[in-house]
């Protein structure tokens, strides 16, 4: 069974500050998206990532694929309020099989 | 441009009742993948359709069923409503049109899915 698992699970910071989310597998993504869903509204996309090691930056947002290719990162710089949501992973496996995981709810206080 | 559209917003129905949502796809997009998302959880994948047939599948019974339409649109069927069901039901849309020697679309490489508000479904 292919499985995605994230952490935190649960994520409250001050205004500024910066953090980590982490989205790792046991097994080989092909391709690894990370999407951000608010209440009430669909995910959506931030970034796709497809090469091991390959590190995407959007804006204060920094998105890293593990060398293996099995495990993904997000790192936010001087997080904003406005970055508050449900930070979900999803990767996609040869098979075109794709799982999302359950997400990390950050909430970033002013 | 619009982008995905579903309907209803929301919805209430019984345990054993059948039900159908609905979904309109982000203009130019030809594909179409739902998606089950229990409170506090990820999306799980239910199916996708492309050129009007089921292409991918998750692990979801036989209840769950669904349609693609010549416009792209598409229905999501749920028969026999279990309290289990009670989920955020998300439709999403992707496509390459008119990309030269794109023939069928890879699953999720290189492939932005753009989601729709959902649709609430609270079985009682």
């Known amino acids: 069974t292919q499985l995605l698992e994230q952490s935190p699970q649960f994520l409250s910071i001050q205004e500024g500050e910066n953090l980590t989310v982490y989205c790792n597998s046991s097994s080989v993504f092909s391709s690894l998206q990370w999407y951000r869903q608010e209440p009430g509204e669909g995910p959506v996309l931030l970034v796709t990532v497809v090469t091991g090691g390959e590190v995407k930056k959007l804006k204060r947002l920094t998105f890293q694929f593990g060398d293996a290719r099995k495990d993904s990162s997000l790192h936010i710089t001087a997080a904003q309020p406005g970055d508050t949501g449900l930070y979900l992973c999803a990767g996609a496996w040869d098979n075109n099989d794709m799982r999302f995981g359950a997400g990390t709810r950050l909430t970033v206080k002013p | 441009d619009a982008g995905v559209t579903q309907s209803p917003t929301h919805l209430i129905k019984t345990r054993g009742q059948q039900v159908t949502l609905r979904c309109s796809p982000k203009?130019?997009?030809?594909?179409v993948s739902w998606y089950q998302q229990a409170l506090g959880q990820g999306p799980q994948f239910i199916f996708q359709?492309?050129?009007?047939?089921?292409?991918q599948r998750g692990n979801f019974p036989d209840r769950f069923s669904g349609h693609q339409f010549p416009n792209y649109s598409s229905e999501l069927n749920v028969n026999a409503l279990l309290l289990g069901d009670s989920a955020l039901y998300l439709c999403?849309?992707?496509?390459?049109?008119?990309?030269?020697?794109?023939?069928?679309?890879?699953?999720?490489?290189?492939?932005?899915?753009?989601f729709g508000p959902g649709t609430r479904l609270t079985v009682t």
């Open positions: 999403a849309s992707s496509g390459r049109q008119g990309q030269e020697g794109y023939d069928i679309p890879v699953f999720f490489e290189d492939y932005e899915q753009y």
């Open positions: 359709y492309y050129e009007e047939e089921e292409r």
């Open positions: 203009s130019g997009h030809d594909t």
